[in-house]
């Protein structure tokens, strides 16, 4: 019976992990399912979606995440096509900087596209993957603090379902107006399915970046329990590649190791060396990112839009936390969750050094889960030691995940896909045009998606540091260049960036009048947020814009796209193209080839038929 025992503990975090994943993950061939029914038996009416081409959860409206995923699905993309990957966006942009920033992140997504061969799919087996991850990992952590398994995956399963609850990011949306049923069932159904945009499946950031850190504070904490070096060695080697995954976890860990080296040198009244020699390893190998990305990217203080020094009253429960932890001290786990909170805390309020603050609800996001962790520790044991309460509510928690996802797809299917017209052109691009070439269009849709989609490039950047690090003046003058290259109205274009109503193109209102191309390009958060570069005040925008008119842009593309959007600006294009060849066409767009490359090309392929003839 002991060996029996012994076995299905061992089993049992990987068995909850794969049975969580497929709960979380459910939706997706259901999705599929349904779309290519629909397609096969009804295609007429099919045709009238507004994305009525390929399944794909990364699109830009009617998605889980819309255009942020796609920005990160553009790095990873580009980490596979062509190793080691820079920026997705800039041909040119090449700079150290732009390699080094997240980079592991995009190498371990990218190795799963390489290997599946579709980002689509890709980026639901990376999904499942981030699942069994956090559930196995959170797992392992629980059981050092409720050393009782049914608790641990009562926990592990809570973790990765619904995560999203602890980060309070559905507080916006809760209702008080109404009856009181009104009111239950709203706020019922808000907190149940908000969990699709903030749980582990949002990728990479939490899904693959909470991953490596719980990998990475699992390391630290068998650090400090070993009697050998090899798990301090590896513990800092797992530290410091967090730098190399995103900021906030490494950041987090890096304060958090070291106040956790002090804090058991200090308990124990002696030097505990295994544990500052993780701590040095942790630093020797984030070396080559704090070189890279010193001085800071300077267009980091343009986004600032409350510059200043601001303490965050709300850090104090993190404060207040890593006071109570410290009553559990002498549990090594207990204490290391402990200095986490500390370290949440100083995170947070960082901008009282650097005089400008950074994104703190990244930190935040962080700190309530390890807030949680703590909080596991100070469970009454006779609530621990129980079994079938803590089993039956991991087996609800994994029933109403699987609703969310089986019901989450019922409904939002249609819009899992991409138009027909633009996916039939990305197939072309990536089919008949030289690997790395760049297309020019205004159509911040197809600015995201050809990045994605294809191996090519674009003029235009999306420009936040985590993806793109290209000045922020340079990408106006594209922007700029680009409309007088189709002959566009700039003034115009600048104007409605600014001014279109967003009442008319919220996103409620562009499901409501059917997601129809042509209007929803239009949305002031598409055209303000991709090419006027988000983060930043309207006013420096506008600075930036007026500079940028002054300048020429520095590229001239090898492809233009031309579709609803550019007609709408440019009409005049097609007819005083001189230098631009009519390529590719469908109902929705034009796709134009410079012609001094279409002699290029021809120059290339006589060369290499000679070079194959040649004796």
């Not at 540091?465 to 189709?486: A, E, H, K, T």
Request: proline content about 5%.
């Amino acid at each position: 019976m002991k060996n029996s025992s012994t076995g299905f503990l061992r089993w049992a975090p990987w068995m909850g992990g794969l049975l969580v994943a497929c709960a979380m993950c459910s939706g997706y061939p259901l999705m599929y399912a349904c779309r290519r029914a629909w397609q096969a038996h009804y295609p007429t009416l099919t045709e009238q979606w507004a994305n009525n081409g390929r399944f794909t959860l990364l699109g830009w409206f009617g998605t889980e995440l819309c255009y942020e995923e796609l920005a990160y699905a553009a790095r990873a993309n580009d980490t596979a096509r062509h190793w080691p990957g820079y920026d997705p966006y800039i041909k040119e942009n090449r700079g150290l900087r732009q390699l080094v920033i997240d980079r592991l992140t995009y190498i371990v997504m990218a190795a799963v596209i390489a290997v599946i061969g579709d980002i689509n799919w890709s980026w639901i087996v990376i999904r499942f993957l981030c699942c069994c991850a956090w559930f196995i990992l959170v797992y392992r952590l629980m059981m050092r603090v409720a050393e009782s398994p049914p608790m641990a995956l009562f926990c592990a399963t809570f973790i990765t379902c619904y995560s999203y609850i602890l980060t309070f990011l559905f507080v916006a949306n809760l209702s008080w107006d109404g009856s009181l049923p009104h009111i239950f069932a709203h706020n019922v159904w808000t907190v149940l399915s908000y969990g699709r945009t903030e749980a582990v499946i949002r990728l990479p950031r939490p899904g693959v970046t909470y991953a490596l850190l719980f990998l990475a504070t699992w390391g630290i904490i068998k650090a400090a329990e070993s009697d050998t070096w090899r798990w301090a060695a590896w513990s800092g080697v797992m530290g410091g590649a967090l730098a190399y995954v995103r900021f906030d976890v490494w950041s987090t860990y890096v304060v958090a190791s070291c106040l956790y080296a002090l804090a058991r040198s200090v308990q124990d009244r002696r030097m505990r060396w295994r544990l500052w020699m993780s701590v040095v390893i942790t630093s020797l190998v984030s070396l080559p990112l704090l070189y890279c990305i010193y001085p800071p990217d300077p267009d980091l203080l343009v986004r600032v839009v409350r510059p200043g020094r601001h303490f965050d009253l709300n850090s104090l429960v993190y404060f207040a936390a890593f006071v109570i932890g410290l009553r559990g001290r002498r549990n090594p786990t207990v204490l290391c969750f402990t200095c986490f909170a500390a370290a949440i805390f100083l995170m947070v309020n960082i901008e009282l050094v650097t005089g400008f603050p950074l994104q703190s609800v990244h930190w935040k996001f962080i700190g309530n889960i390890y807030l949680f962790f703590l909080a596991v520790a100070f469970v009454p044991r006779i609530l621990k030691c129980r079994t079938r309460p803590w089993l039956a509510a991991s087996a609800l928690l994994v029933l109403t995940a699987f609703s969310q996802s089986i019901a989450y797809a019922a409904i939002h299917y249609p819009f899992q896909g991409l138009p027909k017209d633009y996916d039939d052109a990305l197939v072309w691009l990536n089919a008949h045009t030289p690997d790395n070439s760049v297309v020019l269009t205004i159509n911040p849709e197809i600015d995201a998606l050809i990045p994605v989609f294809t191996h090519n490039k674009v003029v235009l950047a999306y420009v936040i540091p985590w993806v793109s690090d290209y000045p922020l003046l340079q990408n106006c003058q594209r922007l700029v260049g680009g409309l007088r290259l189709l002959g566009a109205d700039v003034a115009r274009f600048i104007a409605d960036c600014f001014t279109s109503p967003s009442s008319k193109y919220d996103r409620r209102s562009m499901l409501a009048m059917g997601l129809r191309r042509g209007e929803i390009e239009k949305e002031k958060e598409g055209l303000y947020e991709l090419m006027l570069l988000s983060y930043m005040p309207e006013s420096t925008a506008r600075t930036l814009l007026s500079q940028a008119q002054n300048k020429p842009m520095d590229i001239l593309p090898d492809y233009i796209w031309f579709g609803h959007l550019e007609r709408e600006y440019a009409p005049g294009f097609p007819r005083s193209a001189k230098r631009w060849r009519l390529v590719y066409r469908n109902r929705a767009l034009d796709i134009y080839e410079r012609q001094d490359l279409l002699c290029a090309q021809d120059q290339k392929g006589d060369q290499a038929r000679q070079a194959r003839v040649a004796p």
